[in-house]
């Protein structure tokens, strides 16, 4: 059905005279902080290659915010690796550190560095940020590295909060 008369199709008021309405600029100044969706893919597949190198095949996990479809600028990308026979904390840590050491060699002619490692967190992560080779001047994209499952709902949920 169509809207009401003065009205866009959501149901907003229209603008004046062709002008955007109040409503379409507020959603036009909210989508334009969203990121374009082929930085996160392109990162997670990279990073997914990269991990696969250093410890043979291995899957990521997309979580938080890029997963939501919410990332604005200045987000960072949450990924989980996933272990096919899972993982205890020590065995976290060891796969942490030598993806550390990985990245460090391996990393910087795919885009990917190491900022640092938080091991002792109730969910270690490994901080990296991805650079797209096509735009080294670009701002990097911050990336948290943690260790999940397949059912990693919850440790996305504890590092968001």
Do not use: W
């Amino acid at each position: 059905s169509m809207p009401p008369h003065g009205a866009d199709v959501m149901g907003a008021p229209a603008g004046r005279m062709g002008q955007p309405s109040k409503y379409e600029r507020h959603v036009a100044a909210l989508r334009s902080q969203l990121l374009p969706p082929t930085t996160h893919v392109e990162a997670t597949r990279g990073l997914e290659g990269l991990v696969s190198d250093i410890l043979g095949k291995v899957r990521l996990l997309i979580c938080g915010s890029f997963a939501q479809g919410t990332a604005v600028s200045g987000s960072d990308l949450d990924l989980s690796l996933i272990l096919p026979d899972g993982a205890n904390r020590r065995e976290e840590v060891r796969v942490l550190t030598k993806l550390k050491e990985g990245i460090v060699v391996k990393g910087s002619q795919r885009g990917f560095s190491v900022d640092g490692s938080i091991l002792t967190a109730s969910v270690p992560i490994l901080r990296l940020s991805y650079t797209h080779p096509a735009t080294p001047s670009a701002d990097p994209l911050p990336i948290d590295l943690s260790i999940g499952n397949s059912s990693s709902g919850l440790r996305d949920k504890i590092v968001m909060e």
